[in-house]
């Protein structure tokens, strides 16, 4: 709390610094690139922040045919990804066999990992797209402050979420959580929780963004979450988990031209392009002014290997797997390495 409270300027440098440091230490230079696939934009939910709730009637909702889905992921692969994530609203109408299929017909095209973020599903649905060979789960705790998680969500409970979470563990996949940044009414209290929970969990991937108002949501006249504390989050996530991958997210590229930048040099080493056709790109309004809505996945490619450039990095070349995933797959994972010690 007294980090993510700090104002000072040189306080607060020193904690990206030391953030940076960690990162070159334990993942170092590469900055890897996932192609981001937002296949539906239908929900079943009526989360308070999102513009895709169900009661939201503005937005035309849309649904990827399965063969669009893996040639949108062929095409990721011939442009150099070797992550593809596939997200959408909670749609009932993509069941586990239909994203079953999906996954299976992208693993035997091509080489890629695939990463899920699709919502709270059953135990039975996460194993059986586990064994369809899904690597990875992106599920964020969204805000690990109970009251505040239930304010924001009148249709889903924490407990289950963490339940989620822990089902994806058990059944292998190299797990995120995450949250977002300047919720209303949330305090430097329940930030440090969203920290401390990435630990408890222990995560190998994590997403912190800003909280952006959107006009078609009851929360549309809160103010945003600011860049500042944004960057501060990721740094901390960095220090407490040493190994995790940490993306720079688009709402933090929306809010600052220069966020990715800025979240790069605060402990960040991944970047998610969003690689969707551009004919859906505008319908998946979680929030307004998304970054790169028009930007299609070439310029996209040019613009990102400038940034990365730009801070002294480059773009790692592998799947950009876990290491703590990598080490327990291989047996030798018992140490919880990276969480909890300090160097
Ligand atoms: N349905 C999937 C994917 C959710 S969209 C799931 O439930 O996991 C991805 C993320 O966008 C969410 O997890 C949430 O943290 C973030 N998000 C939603 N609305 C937002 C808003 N108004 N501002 C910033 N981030 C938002």
């Not at 996954?103 to 135990?123: F, M, N, Q, W, Y």
């Not at 963004?209 to 944004?230: D, H, K, Q, Y």
Request: glycine share 8%; aromatic share 6%; proline share 5%.
């Amino acid at each position: 709390m007294a980090l993510l409270a700090a104002e000072r300027p040189e306080e607060v440098q020193a904690l990206f610094d030391v953030a940076d440091g960690i990162r070159r230490r334990y993942v170092g230079d590469d900055i890897y690139l996932r192609g981001l696939i937002e296949f539906s934009n239908v929900c079943r939910r009526s989360c308070l922040y999102c513009g895709l709730r169900a009661p939201n009637a503005k937005v035309e909702r849309y649904r990827m045919p399965i063969a669009e889905i893996v040639e949108t992921a062929e095409r990721a692969y011939h442009l150099g990804f070797r992550t593809v994530v596939l997200q959408s609203g909670e749609d009932p109408w993509y069941t586990v066999e239909r994203m079953c299929e999906i996954i299976r017909s992208i693993k035997s095209r091509v080489d890629l990992a695939v990463t899920l973020s699709i919502g709270e599903r059953p135990r039975e649905e996460y194993a059986a797209m586990k064994e369809a060979g899904a690597d990875r789960y992106l599920l964020r705790h969204e805000a690990a402050d109970a009251g505040l998680y239930a304010s924001l969500h009148p249709d889903l409970r924490y407990e289950e979420r963490l339940r989620c979470l822990r089902w994806l563990r058990e059944l292998g996949y190299q797990v995120g959580a995450g949250s977002m940044v300047g919720l209303p009414g949330q305090t430097l209290e329940m930030l440090a929780k969203d920290i401390l929970i990435l630990r408890e969990l222990e995560v190998d991937m994590v997403g912190i963004g800003p909280f952006i108002p959107n006009p078609e949501t009851p929360l549309g006249s809160a103010p945003r979450g600011s860049v500042e504390m944004t960057l501060k989050m990721v740094a901390l996530a960095r220090i407490v988990t040493r190994e995790a991958l940490i993306p720079v997210t688009t709402a933090l590229a929306s809010i600052d031209p220069l966020g990715r930048e800025k979240a790069f040099l605060a402990g960040a080493n991944v970047v998610m392009p969003n690689v969707t056709p551009l004919k859906y790109r505008a319908e998946y309004r979680i929030y307004p002014n998304k970054a790169c809505l028009t930007d299609d996945a070439e310029h996209c490619q040019g613009c990102l290997a400038l940034r990365i450039a730009s801070v002294g990095r480059r773009i790692g070349t592998g799947y950009g797997h876990s290491p703590r995933h990598e080490r327990l797959a291989s047996g030798q994972g018992q140490r919880r390495e990276g969480y909890g010690q300090h160097a």
